[in-house]
Antibody
Framework: QVQLVESGGGVVQPGGSLRLSCAAS????????MHWVRQAPGKGLEWVAF????????YYADSVKGRFTISRDNSKNTLYLQMNSLRAEDTAVYYC????????????????WGKGTTVTVSS | DIVMTQSPDSLAVSLGERATINCKSS????????????LAWYQQKPGQPPKLLIY???TRESGVPDRFSGSGSGTDFTLTISSLQAEDVAVYYC?????????????FGQGTKVEIK
């Protein structure tokens, strides 16, 4: 079945770095754009970043632009989020999610979500 | 960025009764080239990731019970649960993806918590 499994979360000090991974299975990973979405404790959903199916284009929320980098390795069916210069407000559960449209230049809605990995930024 | 505003923030409905959640966008999410509304709804139960319910404003995702329905166009949308069941207790979010044409950030509503009265 279609599955997304995030890993790499943890506790990090302000200003530190962390790399999240998302292992995909059950679908042709290289054909779909992928998203990262986060949820701060007790808060709503915030879209973080998107990468096209072939990695050719990437888009970011203003809140993470210049600090976070989304990437993918289609040979390993894995999505990544490199997070640098972390701040307390980056504390959240980070979900990876599959975009609905195959081989698309655009991003739409998310039809499959992972269970998430927790990032805590604290001294 | 397109701002999504849901109302109410929470509602309590008796089992078997109708629940209605509204979502308003700060600009139209109806794309004239294909006459589609770029609006999705998600359900998030406690401790779980979000689950897609509705896309293109009114198309139900496969496997979603038919008591869930979406309607609306332009800037005003509604998610209706026709007969609330205990398993429907959750937070519901709308999301616009019209911004793909700009491109600009995808945005979600703040969420509506549905409880049993």
């Amino acid at each position: 079945q279609v599955q997304l499994v995030e890993s790499g979360g943890g506790v990090v000090q302000p200003g530190g770095s962390l790399r999240l991974s998302c292992a995909a299975s059950g679908f042709t990973f290289s054909s779909y754009g992928m998203h990262w979405v986060r949820q701060a404790p007790g808060k709503g959903l915030e879209w973080v970043a998107f990468i096209r199916y072939d990695g050719s284009n990437k888009y970011y929320a203003d809140s993470v632009k210049g600090r976070f980098t989304i990437s993918r390795d289609n040979s390993k069916n894995t999505l990544y989020l490199q997070m640098n210069s972390l701040r307390a407000e980056d504390t959240a559960v980070y979900y990876c999610a599959k975009d609905c449209a195959p081989v698309s230049l655009y991003y739409y809605y998310m039809d499959v979500w992972g269970k998430g990995t927790t990032v805590t930024v604290s001294s | 960025d397109i701002v999504m505003t849901q109302s109410p923030d929470s509602l309590a409905v008796s089992l078997g009764e109708r629940a209605t959640i509204n979502c308003k966008s700060s600009q139209s999410v109806l794309y004239s080239s294909n006459n589609k509304n770029y609006l999705a709804w998600y359900q998030q139960k406690p401790g779980q990731p979000p689950k897609l319910l509705i896309y293109w404003a009114s198309t139900r995702e496969s496997g979603v019970p038919d008591r869930f329905s979406g309607s609306g166009s332009g800037t005003d949308f509604t998610l209706t649960i026709s007969s609330l069941q205990a398993e429907d207790v959750a937070v519901y979010y709308c999301q616009q993806y019209y911004s793909t044409h700009t491109p600009s950030p995808l945005t979600f509503g703040q969420g509506t918590k549905v409880e049993i009265k």
